[in-house]
């Protein structure tokens, strides 16, 4: 079979939405369009509140949670702020917000606005692979309010160990958080096993519709909406539902199979195992069963990953980069630095996140133009010495 | 031609997804589904960006404002929100905070937040046909920081005057921000022609997709994000842009016609004039080019309009009250009381929105039902004397 193109390995920013998912989505923009309901409503306002409640209760099984425990929201970014400032402003309490230093923009700005409003924000270290360094946490941990924990990095796939997280909080009795946007549906999840409050659970990375996430709640935790209007989602988050793209949240929940999970492993493992032939190399993030399913990170020494960006989309190859140049705010990627790796490292550093349709014949193509790219970029390249 | 069922005439609620709007959506889910990149960005993330700008342009075309005056949110009440507590919480000022008796929930509760944090929320009354008394507003706006007004109401169809409203806030110096959720589209406005800084924009209500919004910000307005993370949004509103409901709302922008609304005018006015025969009927709400094209709201004496939606819902007619078994905080509808209406013309209201589609036989159905419903109801209610 010819291989289709483009080849897309940005999964860890965004997903192509699975055609099943759109066909329930079209349903609900279509046929039962209306608001969803309350108590006393026309048939179609029921029909809407009904979809809304089984998809609820669908995401809800899938972590082990109860239907009434999960918050629609607009997403990730919504998620997160609304379970860091929207439990630490209502503890009424001041003082410590734990989180670490390889988490995503809106956990770390969420921390430095409370900075701002006196409380006072801390990160906890990481290891060369990602993990957060337990010792520390603790530390950090005695007197806090809410720490913040991120289940699986999106740029060097490392998935952190949440139950012994969880037992750290636990043990200290302070709220726990984690965005696991980048776990959900990969990594299994249950949160009556994990010590763990509050989930920030997202669509759009597992071919589901952007614009749209949920937030676990975990029974008792008090929380202080982001924004005012008629109550909704069990007075934690006003506005309507936007019910055809929570029921498609919901379709895709279900259709990611262990199969898929397994076929990921494989082929993330087998591009990780040809990148890594490519002279002067290195594996950012760890291996095995401690990285999630469908992330590779290598860095190439003495290329910069945004020029590889550039040269591979030229070749219809999509993927993402820590480059400097690539962010919005011209800073080489936080997370590489915090596990000790070089300005450089992190700097020439490329992303590859694999989908439940990526092929073998893709992975190939992948290594054939990044290896040409690389050999390329290196011949002319002062900084770079030939051994 | 036999009528299609259900006659849906809740469309001042939410709307059908308009068919062409769907396949764009589509394109952006299926084909172009990266995220909007930034300034060096592969292929893929440069259309999707592409994409966002175009749709960018058409919704700031429509309303005279230039496209980095428009900032997307997830719709409706987040973007009154962040008009509302963004300007005032921004603005660094203690003071006066005004609204209108008739505002719907996320402008009311917004105000009693502000309250709550030490600023003073007023609310300016409303004439008889829900327009705000100009001489009240105007004592009210003397030394305000922000005043929020709505464009049109959802439930009687007022138009307010936003250019003799808008001068009175430039007389005074303050803010004004306008909820045009139910006039954009079908009310022409002009930015640069009225005195209005901040104008909320619903995708919902316009046969567009449900989660998304627009916020119209004045070049020179200052304002805090309700949340944080990267910037996006021109820094205003953090959170990977959902791309496709965003081109879907321009798509949906672009689809509304002149003709639409001349044809929503006059079924509006037939529907009007045949509910009128209905003995014991009154219409909430202004009458002709002061109302909004696709709005009927009438009050039968007598009859309670919770009953009459589950029985019009049984017959297949979907429509929506002001009583107040219906809301949810159970009580019956602000609007009908502030225009001195009383508890039972509020308790018995029933709003009847249009669409493009609605068609002169689902009006004369409309028409059918409901005076079935209130023959029946009548006859057997201990309350309603017959003459």
Redesign the interface.
Known sequence: MPMKF?V?L?NM?????D?LV?EEM?KY??EI???PG?E??????EEAAEALEKARQKIARKIGAKPEEIVFT?????S???AI?GTVLASGKKGKVISSRIE???VL??L??LGKMGFNPMLAPVDSEGFVKQENLSEMLSGAILGSIQFVNPEIGTIQDLKAIGDLFEEKNVIFHSDASWGFCKVDIDVRKINVDLLTLSS?LIHG????GALYVREGIKLQP??????REFGLR????????IVGFAKAVELITEEDIARMKRLRDKLMDILLEIPDTKLNGPKGDRRVCNNVNVSFFGVEG?TI??K???K?L??NTGSA?????LLPSHVILATGGSFEQSHGSVTLGLSKWTTEQEIFYAKEVLEEIVREMRSISPLYRRS
């Open positions: 483009p897309y940005d920013r965004a997903t192509k939405v055609p759109i079209v923009m279509q369009y209306a608001a309350g006393f409503g026309h048939s179609m306002e607009s997403g990730r970014v919504e997160n702020n609304l400032k995503e923009s809106s700005r969420s430095e606005s759009g519709p952007k614009g749209v982001l924004f005012d209007g008629a109550p006003p506005g309507m539902e936007d019910v055809p793209s945004e960006l550039l591979a989309s030229m219809n999509f993927l140049c690539y962010s919005r705010e």
